[in-house]
């Protein structure tokens, strides 16, 4: 072989581990790296899902439970907030695929917790049972009976905790949530399982759906951030320290109220007293 030749297969094999190693680098670079380096805190945002995000369709500034939350976690990591429209269905990709950093009021579920990583509670939210007149059940006992009709939309929370103990109900697993609601409001269902936040607009908007109950014993479903999955947890090391002293200023309850009443017409008085968030 000649000197020029092993000259540049030697030139080639350098340039090869170099861009390997580049690749290698960019690739293995951390969430908080990213935002640190960027400046920039990339959020997930739902349209429509009020009151955790709503997109002005003229100004187009999101409002919502998400984007107040991301303002004071962006301002802690010393970075702004871009928004990148997602779903909620789609939401676990993007954190997988790194199209987002973080993705407010995900339920840690044992599938998702799989998938990606999340912060401690960022709240509870409590399961209600929205009924028609003349069901006004005090406990979930009352409604674990064969005679009881209950729906759910399927795949939910509301199903999970469906299963779990009612596992006498008449349950019928729908779809999505507004056609639990057209069960119960035909007269086909007798409750509706919805978490507190749903049920409080649905009520505002359609009063004659039903009457909220909370039966005893309260459950709750806990409300996080979810993370992108990775082996550092610098991330979720700075989102639990900044949740940690925004709870710390009882500043969350303040952010859903205002949004409830805001974006969803619901004033914080209609919030039973022992509803804790």
Not at 11 to 29: D, H, K, W
Not at 99 to 118: L, S
Not at 176 to 198: E, H, K, N, P, Y
Not at 238 to 258: M, P, S
Request: glycine letters at 6%; aromatic letters at 8%; a positive charge.
């Amino acid at each position: 072989m000649s000197t020029k030749r092993t000259f540049l297969c030697a030139l080639a094999a350098v340039v090869g581990i170099t861009a390997s190693g580049f690749a290698f680098a960019q690739e293995a670079e951390t969430s908080l790296a990213r935002v640190q380096r960027t400046k920039v805190l990339r959020v997930g945002a739902v349209a429509g899902a009020i009151p955790y995000f709503s997109k002005d369709i003229v100004t187009k500034k999101w409002e919502g439970f998400g984007p107040d939350f991301s303002e004071s976690l962006a301002k802690s990591l010393g970075a702004k907030v871009e928004y990148v429209e997602t779903t909620w269905g789609n939401a676990v990709l993007d954190l997988q695929a790194n199209r987002i950093d973080a993705m407010f009021g995900m339920a840690p579920t044992p599938a998702r917790k799989e998938m990606v990583n999340f912060s401690d509670t960022l709240f509870e939210n409590t399961y209600t049972a929205v009924c028609k007149k003349g069901v006004a059940p005090k406990t979930w006992e009352e409604l674990n009976a064969p005679n009881m009709k209950i729906a759910v939309d399927v795949g939910s929370s509301h199903d999970q905790l469906a299963s779990r103990i009612l596992t006498k109900a008449d349950v019928a697993r729908l779809e999505s949530s507004g056609a639990a609601t057209m069960s119960l409001q035909s007269g086909r269902s007798d409750c509706q399982i919805l978490v507190v936040l749903l049920a409080q607009p649905l009520l505002v908007k359609r009063a004659s759906v039903g009457t909220m109950y909370i039966p005893q014993p309260m459950y709750t479903a806990p409300v996080s951030i979810g993370l992108r999955k990775e082996t550092d947890t610098g991330m979720q090391t700075a989102v639990n320290t900044w949740l940690a002293d925004f709870r710390a200023k009882d500043q969350v309850r303040g952010v859903i109220l205002k949004n409830m009443e805001n974006l969803a017409g619901v004033p914080a008085s209609s919030f039973p007293a022992e509803i804790k968030f």
